[in-house]
């Protein structure tokens, strides 16, 4: 299987926002108003595109929260989430 696209959903404090960022090239993906937006209904998921990808989530202090990988079934088995 082909490595996944790696994303980091990180807050914006200069347009007060929550963006979705692409590491490789470090270029926003999609913009959301609040982290919730980003985090419910699929948001995300649709975000990252029909290739899927992993995606990681940072608290609004820059630690990281969590870690989400699209479509579900392409997580690795030996992750322990």
């Known amino acids: 299987m082909a490595k996944l ?3 980091t959903l990180e ?4 347009t ?7 590491d490789t090239t ?4 999609k913009s ?3 982290k919730a937006d980003a985090t419910r209904g699929g948001a995300l998921e649709r975000a990252v595109g029909a290739d899927g990808g992993s995606v990681k989530i ?3 202090n820059g630690r990281f ?8 079934s392409a997580d690795p088995r030996k992750s322990p989430g």
């Open 65 to 72: 929260q969590e870690e989400r990988t699209y479509p579900g």
């Open 11 to 14: 807050r914006n404090e200069k």
């Open 58 to 60: 940072q608290k609004e």
């Open 32 to 34: 959301f108003e609040t």
């Open 16 to 22: 007060d926002r929550w963006d979705l960022v692409k």
């Open 26 to 29: 470090d270029r926003t993906v």
């Open 5 to 7: 696209p790696k994303f």
